[in-house]
């Protein structure tokens, strides 16, 4: 498995309200320890209730953000997944929320990469990688349209308290 293997046996609350979704990042993440919420409402009982590595989040549906609010809370690493609120103002918001990483639908079969970037970074003590940003950053410039960055630039300051990145390096992402 290499690289994947500190996937092996963590617990992740992956949290959804559509179910094919769940059931794909539990695939997608068969080595890890999976519980599903399809609402807030269960995701809080799991979170109450359980300890956990790592959490997924969709933003909209299952009131994301204050999911993230909570993990962060707990000391829990987030992940927010997201088709509908694919924009930079929530790429932005879950950055300065606290999100070790901002991930579009559209990439999850590449999740556990992500993944588990976030968990070695937590395991060294440190804070997230910004190597999911760079790694998107095509299909954001894509999405958002190549001005985006320039349009948005609260991002940087949020990137650079949020990761572990110096100035010189949010500026080659600019």
């Known amino acids: 498995m290499g690289e994947l293997e500190i996937l092996e046996g963590k617990k992740v609350l992956v949290v959804d309200d559509e179910e094919d979704i769940l059931e ?4 997608l993440l068969d080595m890890c320890l999976i519980d599903k919420a399809p609402n807030y409402e269960t995701a809080m009982k799991f979170l109450k209730k359980n300890t956990y590595d790592l959490a997924i989040l969709d933003i909209m549906g299952v009131r994301g ?11 829990v690493p987030a992940v927010m997944l ?12 879950s950055v300065k929320g606290g999100a070790q990483a901002y ?3 559209d990439k999850m079969s590449d999740i556990p990469t992500y993944v588990t970037e976030v968990l ?4 060294e003590g440190e ?10 950053n095509p299909f954001f410039e894509k999405k958002f349209g190549p001005d985006w960055k320039e349009k948005h630039k609260d991002l ?3 990137m650079e308290q949020t990761y572990r990145v110096s100035r010189e390096d949010l500026e080659q992402l600019m």
């Open 24 to 27: 794909t990042l539990e695939e």
């Open 65 to 75: 953000y204050d999911l993230l609010e909570e993990t962060r809370k707990r000391g």
């Open 82 to 93: 997201t088709a509908h609120a694919l924009s930079p103002e929530n790429l932005i918001k």
């Open 103 to 105: 991930l579009p639908k």
């Open 120 to 123: 070695k970074a937590v395991k």
């Open 127 to 136: 804070k997230a990688s910004l190597g999911w940003f760079k790694k998107l």
């Open 156 to 158: 940087w300051d949020a």
